[in-house]
């Protein structure tokens, strides 16, 4: 058989050189390898075979490492001319021990289109050298004739001498032989293999065999070390994108985070609502508001070394304006008080009119067009828990609005009294207020859900105790502690009429003298008045209802009084010609009187 690899024939030996050959173990069953063929002709053919005329060209078989001595690269005996005469010598294979066997080793095969024209050019191997040899007597040549074995194939299988088998271990460092031109001898025809081999590429010509490792246990053809394979395109794109996926979260969080603390990178801009309707229900406190503001005043006074701020508001188109006593009363003349309206319009003002017991006062603006009067309400018709307004300049903060509800009515307050003599008290039945009220808010309006003017904000309970008016009275700590006192606007009404018309008002009394020292409850008329006189006046309202000296008084119209004070403010409380319903307690004994109000000139 033939797998490919040159045909080899044994040759005799001698013994000594056949003992020095190693026997090689057999060989696996079934290995195919190393089979020895008939020998072949001079020409290159086996005895038998037809001629070629021209032998196509195939796949190359690998040549012995160490040629025969008198064996020429085409495969024809070269031996040197000999006698005719003598015998041809036998041919010894000899092998040097100095010479390492030489092999050529290929690259891993490239997939390379196959030309049938073009069959692949493989190159030829330098010849090993061939150790010298005595030359032989000259004889001549005989005619060729065809060679027959010497022995008997090897059944065994056993390779060739030279050629290493399965069991050789590598060789050291294999150096690739020089490219040997190609013979001009046709190569033989190979016999058929039944293993078939990959096909060997032609080497680059003028270019150096790449150094490659042999390995005696690779598979046919591989000899040589595979190319390095090409990473995944597909691969380098996932671990591309996750390194850019990377990057891009680290960055992005950092920016974040900057943004979060820092408040981004730009112009900070803060959100803010539309521009919508800015109208208001006329009922609430911005309703109220937009309405009186700008019928109150602000108003300064000057006179006998002292200055004062106050609040006003309009009664009618006329310019008068109604406001406290207490805040007009250091005025000298009318030179020295002045009007300022909420659009900042200020004017010269003169007083009309004033009532220290009433603590009101008018005072008149002319020249100034476009006034708005308050309208009016109605202090009887008021509830406590209703909602009021107040408006005035608290420490001179013109159109200062504050809000709260009416926290009780019908309260008998007094104020002033700096005289001594008690003519500068002011007695009223007020109505209390938890709106905020301030000195400088004496003589605003307080006013209902309606914009309308129910009190005239006047007196404020301080922290020290004490009532006091706005500019501070008797106040020890001036100052709003939710405890407002305004004058009902009834009462305001009628006196500011009086004043506007007369410039005097009136004041309804009963015609008695009060003991103001009794520490009992209820009003007691005194034994005597104050200067001496009898304290019951005759052919007045009390001596006509048969009032007597001594008598406690407990009640008007059914509500209890305590003391002389709130005994006169329930009776300035009604107008002159008003009818009372007394209580009194005379000898242990409770009576009950009518009488009619008479009037007297105020102050």
């Known amino acids: 058989m033939n797998n490919g690899k040159s045909n080899w024939w044994s040759r005799p030996s001698s013994t000594p050189e056949a003992a020095r050959i190693p026997t090689p173990p057999p060989a696996d069953e079934g290995d195919g390898d190393f089979p020895l063929p008939a020998p072949r002709s001079s020409s290159g053919q086996e005895p038998g075979e037809p001629t070629d005329p021209a032998p196509a060209p195939g796949p190359r078989a690998p040549e012995p490492l160490a040629a025969e001595p008198g064996t020429s690269d085409s495969g024809q005996s070269a031996a040197a001319p000999v006698p005719e005469a003598a015998p041809a010598p036998a041919v010894e294979l000899t092998k040097s021990a100095a010479e390492p066997a030489i092999e050529l080793t290929k690259t891993a095969p490239e997939p390379v289109a196959e030309s049938a024209a073009a069959p692949p050019v493989e190159p030829t191997p330098a010849p090993a050298p061939v150790p010298a040899e005595t030359p032989a007597p ?5 005619a060729p004739q065809a060679r027959q074995p ?14 290493p088998g399965p069991w050789a271990p590598a060789p050291p460092v294999q150096r690739p032989p020089a490219a040997v031109p190609p013979q001009g001898h046709p190569h ?13 590429h032609p080497q680059p010509q003028g270019g150096a065999t790449p150094w490659v490792q042999y390995d005696p246990w690779s598979a046919p053809g591989t000899g040589a070390p595979p190319l390095p394979a090409k990473k995944s395109r597909k691969g380098l794109a996932i671990a591309a994108a996750l390194a850019f996926a990377l990057v891009t979260g680290v960055i992005g ?14 112009t900070v801009e803060l959100p803010q609502a539309e521009g919508g309707d800015t109208g208001r229900a006329p009922d609430s406190v911005a309703g109220i508001a937009a309405s009186a503001l ?14 004062g701020t106050g609040t006003g508001f309009v009664l009618d188109t006329k310019g008068h304006i109604l406001t406290n006593n207490h805040v007009v009363d250091g005025a000298a003349s009318s030179e020295d008080i002045s009007v300022t309206f909420s659009s900042g319009e200020t004017a010269r003002a ?17 020249g100034v067009s476009g006034l708005k009067a308050l309208p009016l309400g109605n202090s009887d018709n008021v509830r406590v828990g209703d909602p009021v307004v107040a408006i005035g300049a608290p420490f001179d903060l013109s159109n200062t609005v504050t809000s709260g509800i009416i926290s009780a009515k019908e309260r008998p307050i007094t104020a002033g009294g700096e005289k001594g003599d008690g003519s500068d008290i002011s007695y009223v039945d007020a109505l209390q207020t938890d709106a905020p009220i301030n000195p400088g808010n004496s003589g605003g309006p307080l006013l209902d859900s309606k914009a309308r003017v129910i009190g005239i904000n006047s007196a404020i309970r301080a922290a020290g105790g004490g009532s006091g008016e706005g500019e501070g009275g008797s106040a020890s700590q001036p100052g709003s502690i939710g405890l407002g006192f305004a004058i009902p606007i009834n009462q305001g009404k009628r006196v500011a009429e009086e004043l506007i018309n007369t410039g005097k008002a009136t004041h309804p009394v009963i015609g008695v003298s009060l003991d103001m020292q009794f520490n009992g409850d209820g009003a007691r008329v005194g034994e005597k008045g104050k200067d001496g006189s009898a304290s019951v006046t005759a052919g007045g309202p009390a001596a006509k209802a048969g009032l007597r000296p001594g008598d406690v008084i407990t009640k008007v119209d059914g509500q209890r009084v305590h ?19 007394l209580t009194l307690s005379r000898d242990g004994k409770e009576l009950t009187k009518t009488l009619t109000l008479g009037s007297s000139q105020g102050t």
Do not use: F, M, W
């Open 150 to 163: 010497l022995h008997t194939p090897d059944e065994y299988r056993t390779p060739p001498y030279g050629e």
């Open 350 to 366: 003169k007083l009309i009119g004033k009532d220290t017991g009433y603590d009101l006062a008018v005072v008149q603006v002319t």
């Open 188 to 200: 033989p025809h190979p016999h058929p293999q039944p293993h078939p081999q990959p096909p060997v």
């Open 138 to 142: 000259e004889a001549p040549v005989p």
């Open 253 to 266: 969080g950092g920016i974040g985070a900057y943004v979060e603390r820092n408040g981004g990178l730009t």
């Open 294 to 307: 700008p019928g109150v005043v602000t108003l300064h006074v000057r006179g006998n070394g002292s200055s």
């Open 563 to 581: 003391n002389g004070e709130e005994l006169i403010v329930k009776i300035r409380a009604h107008r002159p010609g008003d009818k009372l319903e």
